[in-house]
């Protein structure tokens, strides 16, 4: 029951908005919520009154160019920039979302300044790299992977530290020499806070079971969605990782002067 409740209610929220919606809901069965935690949801939030279930999946991002720029590896395109960072664009699928903080602090990791082009979509940055109107982006890799496997566009690294299940064959910027990204939306299952410790036990059960079930997982990766490992999906993992993104993520805000208003 509890799998086809969350099938059945599972949106993904857009970017911008908070991760934590579940703290405002006022009845238990609209306010079990799977709630999409993207950079934006740290932007001048404090850690709501919510009880933490499970962590479920990451979408880790990447960062790509257009077909013609001349760099075709990590190192050299960070040399590239650097001499022509006045000409250099990078796209967005909008203001302080994901897309933009992921590129934003690769960027201010490796000391440089590019002018920022956002879009209404993730799809209408894709084309104009494609078209070779835009230099870099930093997309899902769901969005990205065909047209890096056609060779559409150039490849230059996973945005995290490790690499993902998914993409078991990409290598991470911090293999390349740019450590410290955390370029990943996640997704927690959290419910109000207050909601009794029983059944919160049994919310995590049964979030543990679902990820263990062959054809979940399988639905999971078509959706470029990795499962996150075991040892992450207890709720003592995901009350510590909350505040460690907010934390993290508010650094890369102040950094690139993008407080809210």
């Avoid at 990791?109 to 835009?134: C, E, F, K, M």
């Avoid at 064959?169 to 740019?178: H, I």
């Avoid at 996150?228 to 993520?249: D, H, N, Q, S």
Wanted: glycine content about 10%; aromatic content about 6%; some cysteine.
């Amino acid at each position: 029951a509890f799998v086809g409740v969350v099938i059945a209610t599972l949106t993904l929220l857009p970017e911008g908005l908070s991760a934590f919606r579940a703290a405002r809901a006022n009845r238990l069965q609209t306010s079990l919520n799977l709630a999409l935690g993207s950079a934006m949801a740290s932007i001048g939030l404090t850690i709501p009154a919510v009880a933490a279930a499970s962590l479920v999946f990451d979408l880790p991002l990447v960062l790509v160019g257009r077909n013609g720029l001349p760099p075709n590896t990590l190192p050299e395109l960070i040399a590239y920039m650097k001499a022509n960072q006045d000409k250099m664009q990078f796209g967005s699928s909008g203001v302080g979302g994901a897309t933009h903080l992921a590129c934003a602090e690769f960027l201010h990791a490796v000391g440089v300044s590019l002018t920022h082009v956002p879009y209404r979509s993730a799809a209408a940055g894709i084309q104009d790299l494609l078209s070779g109107n835009l230099d870099l982006y930093c997309p899902v890799a769901s969005g990205a992977l065909p047209h890096i496997r056609a060779k559409s566009i150039k490849f230059y690294g996973v945005l995290t530290d490790q690499r993902s299940p998914l993409l078991p064959d990409l290598a991470t910027t911090a293999e390349q020499g740019v450590s410290g990204l955390h370029g990943n939306y996640w997704l927690g299952l959290f419910a109000p806070a207050g909601t009794p410790e029983p059944i919160m036990a049994k919310l995590t059960q049964a979030a543990m079971a679902a990820l263990e079930t062959p054809a979940i997982e399988a639905k999971l990766r078509e959706a470029g969605a990795a499962v996150v490992a075991p040892e992450r999906r207890t709720p003592a993992y995901l009350k510590k990782f909350v505040p460690e993104e907010i934390a993290g993520w508010g650094k890369v805000i102040r950094e690139n002067g993008l407080a809210p208003k």
